[in-house]
């Protein structure tokens, strides 16, 4: 009677860890599939994005600045059909002739070049064709957020002086803990911000290290004794110097003392820069 209790007592137990056994790894592979989903999703918009900033740069010399500009240039833009011929002139000279057909619309142009391809799947291209019909959309990130890709259009100059349009189109506020995001919208943070943020931590501890190692050169402004330690700090490491070591400490005993607390400073902003 008694095994018979303690049986039945152990069911809703059992139950509960196994409930709990089942969500704590259920948890972290509903978390990965999202993140990889949202992923996949932010890739096919960045390379549908970036087909249409090659198609503005051709049309107009330069990258579209803003998502309107893209987004009309998309709806309103069109390519001109060009035929290309040649006439032998004969002397291994040709005259080139291009005749302008008409033209068609870009985002026509987009959807029929998916449509061909021969080597991507049927999936893809039906993905890649719904995205370009939601025209309006496709800058903003699908995460549910409803924030866009931030767009910077500029200019560097390379070390030969020619100056070079550049483009970047980036997700702000990441989904994937790996590229400091969060599953949780709500504590995501612009990865622009953290990144100044750690820039400016890097500045402020690489200040300290200087001030740090300038005041343990003063205390041991004295030539001999700058050599002196040097000595030391080289010694310390290896075997078989305890008596030299020894001395060297003792003869810089004032010295260390007064240097010790930049030291331990020193070894901080190190470990913190590391």
């Known amino acids: 009677m008694k095994t018979k209790i303690f049986t039945l007592a152990l069911i809703p137990i ?23 989903k949202v992923e996949n999703a932010i890739k096919n918009k960045l390379h549908l994005l970036r087909e249409l900033q090659v198609a503005y740069q ?13 987004i009309d240039f998309a709806k309103n833009g069109k390519f001109l059909i060009v035929n290309v011929r040649e006439q032998d002139l004969g002397n291994d000279k040709v005259k080139v002739f291009r005749d302008t057909l008409g033209t068609k619309p870009v985002l026509d142009s987009l959807i029929s070049k998916y449509q061909l391809e021969k080597n991507m799947p049927i999936q893809r291209k039906e993905l890649l064709t719904s995205l370009l019909k939601d025209i ?4 903003v990130v699908p995460d549910g957020s409803g ?18 349009e550049v483009i970047e189109v980036k997700d702000q506020f990441p989904i994937n803990p ?16 953290m990144l100044d943020s750690l820039e400016s931590k890097k500045k402020t ?12 050169e003063t205390i041991f402004k004295n030539d001999n004794l700058v050599k002196e330690y040097l000595e030391l700090s080289t010694i310390e490491k290896e075997k078989g ?28 902003y190190k470990e913190q820069m590391a």
């Open 14 to 36: 059992i139950a509960f860890l196994s409930w709990y056994l089942f969500a704590a790894v259920k948890g972290p592979i509903e978390n990965a599939e999202k993140i990889e």
């Open 58 to 70: 051709i049309q107009n010399k330069s990258y579209a600045k803003t998502w309107e500009e893209l």
């Open 136 to 139: 309006d959309n496709l800058p």
């Open 147 to 164: 924030r866009k890709f931030s767009l910077f259009v500029g200019k560097v100059t390379e070390k030969s002086g020619v100056s070079v």
């Open 178 to 193: 790996e590229r400091g995001g969060s599953l949780d919208p709500a504590q995501r943070k612009n990865v622009d911000v």
């Open 205 to 216: 501890t690489e200040r300290n290290i200087r001030f740090a190692q300038n005041q343990i």
């Open 241 to 268: 110097n305890r008596e030299k070591v020894a001395a060297l400490k003792e003869k810089l005993k004032p010295q260390l003392e007064k240097s010790k607390p930049f030291q331990d400073k020193l070894e901080t």
